[in-house]
C-alpha cells in the first residue's frame, strides 16, 4: 500500500505543479467560466491578484512537499491537508460560478487523492 500512496502523492505533486509552472497562461476545457488562463480564472471567481498569486504559492509549496514526504513522512500530512482544503476551495469556486461538473473534476480528483493521503498517513 506504501508504494500506491507514493505514487499517489507524485500524481498529485506533478498535477499541480503541471498547472501552476507549465501551463498558467495555458487554455484548458476545466478553467471557471469563460477563463482562458488562470489570472481570467481567479477574475471570474472574484478574486484579486494578490489571492491568486498566494494560492499559486502554497500549491505549489504544498506540491514540493508532498514530493519531499517521499523521504521525510512527516511533511505528508500537512501538504495532503493542505492541498485537500485548496482544492475543496477550488471545488466551491466552481460551484459558486455554476460551472458544469466537468469543470470541478480535475480539483475534485485531487481533493479526493489528498484525503486518501492524509487518512492513510495521519
Known sequence: MDILIQAIQVLIALSLLLVWLVRPGKETGYRGGDAKNI???FAV???PYWFMITIGFLKIGF???LIAG???SRLIPVSSVGIAILM???VIMHI????PLKKSLPALSLLVLSLLVSFYTL
Open 63 to 65: 506540491a514540493l512537499l
Open 70 to 72: 517521499l523521504w521525510l
Open 96 to 99: 459558486r460560478v455554476k460551472d
Open 45 to 47: 471567481y472574484g478574486l
Open 39 to 41: 489570472r481570467e480564472e
Open 88 to 90: 475543496a476551495g477550488a
